[in-house]
């Protein structure tokens, strides 16, 4: 190979996606926006419809477009950013369900496609998207005349199972919704988690499906393998890539490997990631830069084809760990150069 070799395990995304569901009484649905958080929607909700999954979420109406031409007619696709302007004839096309935010997408949607199905996210407290109290409270009658799917909002610390925002979001949840005769939604993976009061009738994994905090017992979905461009044999002081950045303490053997930050691997992670060969260690020394990358390579006494930057001794969370951020970037930075496999042939 010339470029990285990303491997997704569509079976193991299936197992977590079915370990999640098992965990509730209620439907699972699941999260696929930004391509299937970097893996490839299409394969990926393909997978996740085999394993049960029936109702799929995207962030914009673009992404559900490419959504339903992989799964055909039968499971719902829900968009986020609800119906936006100039949306509206992608989701009559693709038969999208928009998640209304606010009092003018109410508006707009009723205006421009009525009948069409629609859901309302509710903000409790995140400030980011969802109809305020007060809105709602305006726009609640109108919005139940026209049979809503969903009523549904986001936790802002879900993955703190501890921090007083959980409760406080669950209770203005209740309040917004109790009695209206409508589905709720309130919990993406972290939810979950955090047990049966926070399930209502819908929930929603998203980064727990891919093997990423805080569902720590998921199983690994993700390999990116690289391959070694060139090796070279150092002598004591002698440096390595732009700035001179590292610099050899001993005779060393360096392997240029094909990838950088262009293909997601992050800038932050000079100097700090650490690659393997099979269970070896072997640490990136200078800066990654656009399409290559350095590797110290010297106590493997031979030079391997490929260097593993995630796999079975390092997922997606470490590689964060060393990047000073979380496992959702580091999966939907992964570039379009790397050849997507999976273990469906």
């Not at 309302?120 to 109108?142: C, K, V, Y």
């Not at 199983?219 to 150092?234: E, N």
Request: charged share 20%; hydrophobic share 40%; with cysteine.
């Amino acid at each position: 190979m010339s470029t990285g070799a990303l491997t997704i395990d569509l079976d193991a995304l299936a197992a977590n996606w079915q370990a999640l569901d098992s965990m509730t009484v209620c439907e699972t649905g699941a999260v696929v926006k930004a391509d299937g958080y970097g893996l490839g929607a299409p394969r990926v909700a393909r997978r996740l419809a085999q394993a049960g999954a029936r109702r799929f979420f995207v962030a914009v109406a673009e992404e559900g477009a490419v959504l339903r031409r992989a799964l055909g007619p039968e499971p719902e696709i829900y968009v986020f950013s609800g119906h936006m302007e100039g949306d509206t004839r992608k989701l009559a096309g693709a038969a999208l369900i928009p998640m209304l935010n606010s009092i003018e997408q109410l508006a707009r949607h009723l205006e421009a496609l009525p009948g069409h199905a629609f859901g309302i996210q509710l903000d409790t407290g995140m400030n980011r998207l969802g109809f305020e109290w007060a809105d709602w409270s305006e726009a609640a009658g109108i919005a139940l005349d026209h049979d809503p799917l969903w009523l549904t909002s986001h936790l802002a610390c879900a993955d703190e199972p501890d921090h007083g925002m959980n409760g406080y979001q669950l209770d203005i949840f209740r309040q917004m919704t109790d009695g209206l005769g409508v589905p709720r939604s309130l919990s993406a993976t972290g939810g979950i988690l955090l047990g049966s009061d926070y399930h209502f009738d819908l929930t929603r994994p998203g980064i727990g499906l891919y093997g990423g905090h805080p569902f720590d017992a998921a199983q690994p979905v993700v390999r990116l393998d690289l391959p070694v461009v060139q090796c070279r044999d150092l002598m004591e002081g002698e440096v390595v890539g732009y700035g001179n950045s590292w610099q050899a303490e001993r005779p060393s053997r360096i392997a240029t490997l094909s990838g950088g930050y262009a293909d997601g691997l992050l800038r932050a992670l000079s100097g700090k990631a650490i690659f393997h060969h099979g269970d070896r260690p072997c640490p990136l020394v200078g800066r990654v830069s656009m399409d290559l990358i350095t590797v110290d390579i010297t106590d493997l006494g031979s030079d391997p084809d490929f260097l593993t930057l995630l796999g079975p001794a390092q997922g997606v969370d470490a590689l964060a760990r060393a990047a000073g951020t979380i496992g959702y970037e580091i999966l939907t930075s992964l570039g379009s150069r790397y050849a997507r496999l999976d273990n469906l042939g």
